[in-house]
């Protein structure tokens, strides 16, 4: 049970908490061990994993380039093994917040990784009977970790380090033990739902792209269509529909195409005195836009409703498709696809580095195997109503995280507090 505290404060370094409640220092509440420096000829494929700083994400373990040592010689290396729920702390990385190869990351254990041994630039950090592990783990999830990390940074250049001496100066608030207990049982309530809807994710995302792979090369079909496919050119479903306007004397809306199949960004309340172009071009929901430059890199992309009356210059040209041949649905799906990527790469012709320009003739040439536009629109809606269920997946994602936000404020600070058994 949850009550909004009625009782007193007092002021602390990290702001007003309960009268009873205590600040008390990292290094107070916890032992830990330092990762032994394994060396790199004493790696191998399989036997005991090692768990390197390059192996951790910002809040979890990653599983494709595991290192192992053999199983034999695991057993002398019984320190460094990890437990369940142990808190792995990075001491060399990147500055804040680059989360992923951050300095002062801090990773909880799974317990498909306990028995795997700690290399070095990284320390193991369990907590005292004093303290809850979990509890204290929730304090490292607040913005005030990163800003103290931030603080106590050693170096300038790329990569950067923390001191264990100063990393175990880092304030922590403790409420008694049963109520850090219950804080900790209630957070993890919103874990164990997030983590579920991630894991749902997860299977969405692989579940949508062996779909998209399978209905987009006709290996799969559409219940009810049985025609053929047919080789087309572009030209058949597309045509090059540049809308000139003169370039505007006020501020406006340019347009930019990430490579990688990322979409159309933004570039709002653009000057136009940072282009020294005169004419620009305007494009319209469910055009086909290209970035000549960087289509070989997947530059490619269908305009939205909400990237409508952007302006671009003559390097990305669009084309409207003809509707009774193409359907821009469908299309958005099918440029993300390899196959397409590697069309236009066969028409971006240039040497090394980056400086490699699609042919705008070769591109209405391109041939593709394409269904019927009935038969697209149906492929459009299966992968349309297949997205729509991963977004809301995701949403819902955002929806608990933001939740555990909230509640976690309010209950690491004592503004609401929960009943015990004592």
């Given amino acids: 049970m949850i009550n909004i505290n009625k009782g007193q404060y007092k002021k602390t370094p990290i702001g007003l908490i309960p009268e009873e409640w205590e600040i008390k220092e990292l290094g107070e509440v916890t032992n830990y061990i330092k990762g032994y420096a394994f060396k790199s000829n004493m790696f191998s494929d399989k036997g005991v994993r090692i768990i390197r700083i390059s192996d951790t994400t910002s ?5 494709e380039g595991a290192m192992y040592i053999d199983s034999k010689n695991a057993f002398n290396y019984k320190k460094w093994e990890l437990k369940s729920d142990d ?3 990075t001491t060399v990385g990147s500055r804040p917040p680059m989360y992923d190869s951050m300095v002062g990351k801090v990773i909880k254990i799974e317990k498909k990784h306990e028995g795997s041994l700690l290399n070095q630039n990284a320390v193991i950090i369990r907590t005292k009977d004093i303290a809850n592990q979990q509890f204290v783990f929730n304090q490292f999830k607040e913005k005030r ?32 033990l049963p109520e850090q207990k219950k804080i900790a049982e209630i957070l993890s309530t919103w874990d164990n739902a997030i983590d579920n809807c991630k894991k749902i994710i997860k299977k969405l995302k692989k579940r949508n792209k062996g779909l998209a792979q399978q209905l987009l090369s006709g290996e799969t079909r559409v219940s009810g269509f049985v025609d053929s496919w047919k080789m087309k050119q572009l030209s058949e479903c597309l045509a090059y529909t540049p809308r000139e306007i003169d370039k505007p004397k006020e501020s406006f809306l340019a347009l930019g195409i990430r490579s990688h199949g990322k979409g159309v960004f933004h570039k709002p309340n653009f000057e136009p005195s940072a282009i020294a172009m005169e004419k ?10 290209v970035n000549i430059t960087f289509a070989w890199e997947q530059a490619v992309a269908i305009v939205s409703k909400e990237d409508e009356g952007g302006l671009v210059s003559h390097r990305f040209p669009t084309y409207t498709f003809k509707v009774d041949k193409a359907s821009p649905t469908f299309f958005r799906y099918f440029i993300l696809e390899k196959r397409f990527k590697f069309l236009l790469e066969l028409i971006s012709p240039g040497g090394a580095g980056r400086n490699r320009v699609m042919s705008k003739t070769d591109f209405l040439k391109l041939e593709l195997k394409l269904p019927s536009v009935q038969e697209q629109n149906a492929i459009a809606n299966i992968l349309d109503n297949a997205t729509n269920e991963l977004k809301q997946y995701e949403q819902k994602l955002a929806n608990l995280q933001l939740q555990k936000k909230g509640l976690m404020q309010q209950l690491l600070t004592g503004k609401v507090r929960v009943k015990t058994d004592n």
């Fill in 87 to 89: 808190l792995v702390f």
């Fill in 59 to 63: 809040n979890s373990i990653k599983e």
């Fill in 145 to 176: 970790y990163l800003d103290f990390i931030e603080t106590i940074v050693r170096g300038n250049a790329n990569q950067v380090s923390i001191t264990l001496e100063d990393l175990f100066k880092y304030p922590l608030v403790f409420p008694p």
């Fill in 280 to 289: 620009l071009y305007e494009v319209k929901e469910n055009d086909l836009i």
